[in-house]
């Protein structure tokens, strides 16, 4: 009997822990483009914004989304410094900001929504993230696939704001 228990009691400790430390996973909190610059233009001390530029096809966005974009330090930094922008480059639904609508414009077999060209400064790969700074200006777009690490590099440049003392160079070399 009193190995029965034991064994129950170790089994549901694994269950606790597991169940426990799984339930604090935080998740990446997206917005829309206009939620965030909402928040961008009402809030007291506005966060910089950063974009994630997307298409449903490519393989590489998944695997960030996957790899990258649900590590637990990636999501804590991120949620702290920056409103989180998914933006589907290929997407349908019109956008209004700074009195223009940026639409979707038909193009070969697929075609490209407007504000992901004008972000991406009409070089369209995919994935490519993109920071802004708290009025919603573009600081630099980044393309493509980035590790966790590499990843947390680029966030800390914008999101600490070294790079208003350090150019990209400078702050990979340590100088």
Not at 158 to 168: A, H, L, M, R
Request: aromatic share 16%.
């Amino acid at each position: 009997m009193h190995a029965i228990f034991t064994s129950a009691a170790k089994i549901g400790l694994v269950l606790f822990f597991f169940l426990g430390f799984r339930s604090h996973a935080q998740n990446v909190q997206w917005m829309t483009w206009q939620e965030a610059v909402t928040l961008a233009q009402t809030e007291a001390l506005p966060k910089k914004t950063f974009v994630d530029v997307y298409t449903d096809w490519c393989g590489w966005c998944k695997k960030m989304d996957k790899d990258t974009f649900q590590n637990p330090e990636v999501v804590a930094y991120m949620q702290e410094h920056f409103y989180m922008v998914k933006l589907d480059a290929e997407g349908k639904d019109p956008i209004e900001f700074q009195g223009k609508t940026f639409t979707y414009v038909p193009s070969g077999r697929k075609g490209y929504h407007e504000l992901a060209a004008t972000l991406l400064r009409g070089e369209m790969s995919y994935p490519t993230v993109v920071f802004l700074d708290e009025e919603l200006n573009v600081l630099s777009p980044v393309p493509g696939y980035k590790k966790v690490g590499p990843f947390l590099q680029l966030a800390r440049y914008f999101g600490d704001n070294i790079y208003k003392e350090k150019d990209w160079n400078s702050y990979v070399s340590g100088k």
